[in-house]
């Protein structure tokens, strides 16, 4: 059979399944189905392969070639037949659905598009999907771009109409995938569900889904819908359209929204059976395994074109790996909502940024507050401790917690990472949990006469019940004042969770991961952090679950004796998470031991720095909250019509490196010089920044409102001791040689951005569809040659010695010797897909052991000896040549022991799928 003829019969089978009745032209029957293809249909310029009929008429085309064509350059003859005469037609206008397909990867190109252009699908539509599309008078992508009208902004805020309207642009602009960026607490699932409105009111969307991680943020999505009202309807949104949150394998055809899992609608698509406890947990948490990894098939009960629109909450985490074949599948549009996106992040929605509203901008308009960081350090949690030989202690079942005293078997050295997990000690608990309460009733909110309402973050469920029984020994409170908020909890975790958020009691919440993020609790004004997290975009997300503003009224309704609205929240470090991490939202507040009065007069003296300016609007912004109507005029009328919070804000937007750019942009040009953001100099940006700073500080040369300021916050602000936090400023090289390391790893990361879409080793990382990746060792050599060459000269060995300079720590086997293969753990490392640089070598003998473990655990007898041995070949070779094929059994090691011959002796039938499996689990 020619590859042709094999793409055929794919194509042949993968029409039938989509619902099309597969004919030769000799046996033509139009009335056979609601959707008939014919083979080799005669048109004026020669036999188009497929012809496509529905409801008798033909509708469009299919161009067939073999596995590995490029089908953009056989578009022109797909064109070609569209247009052609065709025999026995009595119309000549051209066929509208345009196909070219190997019978592996499909493209569509419908004709009645705006710029129409060919897009990947996943499957065939069904004949009555074209059926309706040629129904209706324009297509979905024309709609979009003439059909929606201006965007009413009542009870909008700024960044939410920046949202709907950007994307609401990139609809137009047919770009298929899109990213929202907005800070917790901005209101990214109403702004979703506004952009939702308009697509089904004025663009006619057939069916949107909207796609979470965990069925407690479809819960919330759901009552969102409920209870969302459209600005041009007093109707509720879903008195307006059907709104399903998916709990089963079917799809109401009548709903207009689908709220599904993004594990469900793997399931659905898989075949494979759901584990509902999975929903529970986001899926940056779930270990995959083997069993989990089954290719999303074909469905007819829920083809590819079932939704037009895919909105995905927290995107940053739940689209990668075996998850986004679900992505895939469906030939929609991709919308992504995250506060916290990765390089992976947008990387994925190729760098189409429709909406950018970050922490800091949040906290300058009140939407968010800014935050303190409280450390508490003790001993052993600093340094571990240890327990002697033959010493009797409790020994506690981690599962039941069934308890028995018993000697210490032999001399214990634990360190504080261990704490919790295998040690547990008592005392540790007990000195945070008495700190913390020393420290918020003296320092942090001493004129308070209630617990603000506290969120404990803890390593486990067992961990979560040792703090909370400790808690109310050292608050002598009864069992109501602290309660567990996990999916394991005995009591039901959403009533907890809606008694935290709203009543007196619980004043201080447990929780492992349930709350950790996507969950409001507005009143929470202190995070303790009792588990280290080493996922950047996870600890923001916890982090997140502080920072909601909150009036004084509504605050006051839970936390009685506060005496302003939520002005802050305080995050105390008890185990140096602040310090493990770099944090993208970063505490505004960068003085704290600097008063105001002094900040105001800094300014006022020239002191322009980053760190006073930011402190300065950040004191500013929180005193807006905290003072009345009559100390706020009084302020407004000092300034000249500036109120405290206008203040605070316009020094964050001085130093805004967008405004930056635009106001020199416009001073150039008012010399008549015209600049972009690339041709501006460094000269020309600091005289810029100088020009806006100096203009938001410029209210603060008037003594008269820098002490009426002063006297309103005498009257108002509680004195607050902080904690001031060290870190290690230089450790290892000279700072020249780190510069020089610097530009080495900046050179590489720009390298990889600029590159990306061109160089096959590099698009491995970033856009291939999960089924069809692969890495080459040719695809490393071309991007080893490309970087060694003048003008970079970015050796491997020069790239991992300048990482291990400026990483440290986090760079292993700076002392070996590097192999190209290398290459690879150094574009996942620069990327973020690694936060840790290993040998590629290192990394390929983890995932062998992993695998071969799993793989004799699922078979009837484990690998012999002499097949571990094979294997162990196998996995070097992978290891210097990124994968291995049956023409590798040639070389030298392998011929040695008998070749191809005898390693297809030891294994039969299964080397292939060997071969396969070890391909895809050593190097991903």
């Not at 298929?176 to 979703?192: D, E, I, N, S, Y």
């Not at 709104?243 to 594990?263: E, F, H, M, W």
């Not at 951005?753 to 692969?774: G, M, N, V």
């Not at 003048?790 to 010797?817: C, F, H, I």
Request: charged content about 30%; proline content about 4%.
């Amino acid at each position: 059979m020619t590859p042709e003829a094999k793409a055929r019969q794919e194509i042949d089978q993968k029409l039938e399944q989509a619902g099309w009745v597969v004919q030769d032209l000799k046996k033509i029957n139009l009335g056979a189905g609601p959707g008939v293809v014919v083979r080799e249909y005669p048109t004026d310029t020669g036999p188009a392969d497929y012809l496509l009929f529905v409801d008798r008429q033909p509708v469009g085309v299919i161009e067939a070639k073999p596995d590995n064509t490029i089908l953009t350059f056989v578009e022109d003859q797909t064109e070609r037949y569209a247009r052609s005469t065709l025999k026995w037609r009595i119309t000549s206008t051209p066929l509208r659905f345009l196909f070219e397909s190997t019978g592996q990867v499909i493209h569509f190109t419908d004709g009645a598009d705006p710029s129409a252009r060919a897009r990947e699908i996943f499957y065939f539509f069904k004949p009555e999907q074209l059926a309706e599309w040629l129904q209706q008078p324009e297509s979905f992508r024309r709609r979009l771009k003439a059909q929606m009208p201006e965007l009413p902004t009542r009870n909008l805020r700024d960044c939410q109409i920046s949202a709907v309207t950007g994307l609401e642009k990139s609809l137009a602009q047919n770009r298929p995938r899109a990213l929202v960026h907005m800070a917790t607490g901005a209101g990214k699932t109403f702004t979703a569900i506004t952009s939702v409105y308009r697509l089904l009111k004025y663009g006619d969307a057939k069916r949107i889904l909207f796609l979470v991680d965990t069925r407690n943020l479809g819960k919330q999505a759901h009552q969102e819908f409920m209870a969302y009202t459209p600005p041009d309807d007093a109707r509720k949104f879903t008195e307006l359209y059907n709104v399903q949150r998916l709990n089963g394998p079917t799809i109401d055809p009548a709903a207009k929204v689908c709220i599904s899992t993004i594990q469900r609608m793997y399931s659905l698509l898989s075949g494979e059976p759901i584990d509902e406890s999975a929903e529970d947990v986001p899926l940056d948490q779930i270990v995959q395994t083997d069993k989990q990894a089954k290719v999303v098939r074909y469905n007819p009960a829920v083809p590819v074109e079932t939704f037009d629109v895919i909105i995905i909450d927290e995107c940053h985490r739940s689209i990668y790996n075996l998850w986004k074949q679900v992505l895939d599948y469906f030939d929609a549009f991709l919308v992504g909502l995250t506060a916290t996106p990765d390089k992976r992040t947008f990387g994925f929605f190729n760098e189409n940024i429709v909406a950018e509203y970050t922490y800091e901008q949040s906290v300058a308009d009140g939407v968010n507050v800014g935050y303190d960081v409280f450390e508490i350090e003790t001993e052993i949690t600093k340094k571990g401790a240890e327990l002697k030989a033959k010493e009797w202690v409790d020994h506690r079942d981690r599962q039941t917690r069934k308890k028995r005293w018993a000697e210490a078997e032999e001399d214990l050295l634990y360190t504080g990472k261990e704490l919790d997990r295998s040690v547990v000690n008592i005392s540790q608990i007990r000195k945070v949990i008495q700190a913390m309460k020393t420290a918020v009733e003296t320092q942090i909110f001493p004129s308070r006469n209630e617990t603000p309402k506290t969120l404990i973050f803890a390593k486990t469920d067992s961990h979560a019940d040792d703090i909370i029984q400790i808690v109310r020994e050292v608050y002598n409170q009864g069992n109501a004042f602290c309660k567990k908020v996990t999916y394991k909890a005995e009591e039901d975790p959403d009533s907890i969770l809606a008694s935290f958020r709203n009543d007196y009691n619980p004043r201080i919440a447990v929780t492992v991961d349930m709350i950790a993020t996507g969950t409001d609790v507005k009143p929470l004004e202190v995070l303790l952090f009792m588990r280290d997290v080493r996922s950047k975009g996870y600890y923001e997300q916890m982090k997140g679950r502080g920072v909601r503003s909150l009036d004084h009224d509504a605050l006051k309704r839970v936390s009685n004796s506060a005496d302003s609205a939520k002005s802050r929240f305080v995050l105390i470090d008890a185990v140096g998470v602040e310090k493990s991490l770099k944090t993208e939202s970063r505490p505004l507040e960068k003085k704290p031991s600097v008063p105001l009065k002094d900040l105001m007069l800094g300014v006022a003296m020239g002191h322009r720095d980053e760190d006073t300016v930011l402190s300065l609007a950040n004191r500013l912004v929180r005193l807006a909250k905290q003072l009345d109507d009559k100390a706020l005029a009084r302020i407004e009328k000092r300034s000249g019509g500036l109120t405290v919070g206008a203040l605070g804000k316009t020094l964050i937007t001085a130093i805004d490196p967008d405004r930056v750019v635009a106001a020199a942009i416009a001073t150039a040009k008012e010399k008549g010089i015209t600049r972009t953001e690339e041709t501006l100099t460094e000269e020309e940006l600091t005289a810029a920044r100088a020009q806006c700073v100096a203009a938001a500080c410029a209210p603060f040369d008037s003594p008269e409102l820098r002490d009426e300021i002063e006297a309103a916050r005498r009257e108002q602000e509680q004195v607050i001791d902080h904690i001031n936090l060290d870190q290690v400023t230089f450790s290892g090289y000279s700072a020249q040689a780190e510069e020089q390391a610097q530009k080495v790893i900046q050179s590489f990361a720009d390298y990889i951005a600029q590159h990306k879409d061109e160089i096959q080793a590099l698009s491995f990382f970033y856009q291939q569809p999960y089924q069809r990746r692969t890495l080459t060792f040719e695809m490393i050599e071309e991007l080893h040659d490309a970087l060694s060459r003048p003008p970079l000269m970015l050796t491997t060995e020069r790239l991992w010695n300048a990482y291990a300079r400026v990483k440290g720590s986090q760079v292993t086997g700076a002392d070996t010797k590097r192999q190209l293969t290398d290459l690879v753990a150094l574009v996942r490392f620069a990327i973020g897909l690694d936060t840790e640089l290993k040998p590629f070598r290192d990394q390929v003998d983890r995932r062998f052991q992993e695998w071969i473990f799993r793989h004799n655990a699922k078979r009837t007898t484990a690998f012999s000896t002499e097949q571990t041995e094979w294997l162990r070949l196998m996995k070097d070779h992978i290891a210097s040549s990124c994968s291995i094929a049956r023409d590798d059994f040639e070389y030298a090691e392998f011929a040695a022991k008998g070749g191809l011959q005898r390693v297809w002796g030891l294994f039969g039938t299964e080397l292939d799928g060997v071969m396969t499996e070890m391909n895809e689990e050593l190097v991903a």
